[in-house]
């Protein structure tokens, strides 16, 4: 059973920076697709990025340029670095991880496992 458990967020100004860390245990970080999905309430949870198996990774065009994604497979862990924050980045962001190498999309259906989600404030 993969778990996922996030950590990083908080409160940060307009143009600050954050980063977001999950910690994934029953799965190695590089032998399946690792995404990042956030949701605001009352609206559907958006993809913000994802890195297949490979290595290739894939961006919403709303965080392009300003997000970088990694994975540190020594510590199994799959991060984001985000920068240039803007209040519209405000949202609870979730880990998410398929039981796939590469046949992954941005797409909610794709991914089978998520972790509990971890709050990002963005104030002016």
């Known amino acids: 059973q993969v778990q996922l458990v996030e950590s990083g967020g908080g409160s940060v100004q307009t143009g600050g920076s954050l980063r977001l860390s999950c910690k994934v245990s029953?799965?190695?970080?590089?032998?399946?697709?690792m995404a990042w999905f956030r949701q605001v309430p009352g609206e559907e949870r958006e993809g913000v990025t994802m890195?297949?198996?490979?290595?290739?990774?894939d961006y919403g065009e709303a965080v392009k340029g300003r997000f970088t994604v990694s994975k540190d497979v020594v510590r199994n862990t799959f991060n984001l670095q985000m920068n240039t924050l803007e209040h519209e980045d405000t949202a609870m962001y979730y880990c998410a991880s398929s039981e796939y190498s590469f046949a992954c999309t941005l797409v909610i259906s794709d991914w089978r496992y998520w972790g509990q989600g971890t709050q990002v404030t963005v104030s002016s």
């Open positions: 029953g799965a190695s970080v590089n032998d399946v697709c």
């Open positions: 890195v297949k198996g490979d290595g290739t990774t």
